[in-house]
């Protein structure tokens, strides 16, 4: 049965999961699932104390550790995940927000 009942099942990569730009990414040993809806790109905005998607975008080019981690969590939110973020591993953290963007721009 597909995660959450939505969507195809993850792969065993991760990767693209479903038809509204979801991506699956590894954390911790786990699948979840990481999606950049139009909640959680104002909740970027809002946590990078930014606005507009041309401030995210260039804000994005300089994140700090703290930024990481607001952005992953809006993205796991997005994707219906609950997880605190606090205990991931910063490289997993940038895959995985790279792999929201990625999937968001398909």
Do not use: Y
């Not at 509204?20 to 970027?44: D, S």
């Not at 219906?80 to 973020?85: K, N």
């Amino acid at each position: 049965m597909p995660p959450s009942g939505r969507g195809a099942a993850l792969s065993p990569q991760g990767g693209e999961i479903g038809a509204r730009g979801e991506a699956g990414v590894m954390l911790g040993g786990v699948r979840r699932r990481v999606c950049l809806t139009l909640g959680a790109l104002a909740e970027i905005e809002t946590g990078l104390a930014v606005e507009g998607l041309a401030a995210v975008a260039e804000r994005m080019k300089l994140l700090s550790a703290r930024d990481l981690m607001v952005v992953l969590a809006a993205v796991l939110r997005g994707g219906g995940e609950a997880l605190d973020v606090a205990g991931v591993e910063p490289r997993e953290a940038a895959r995985a927000v790279a792999a929201a963007f990625e999937a968001a721009a398909r």
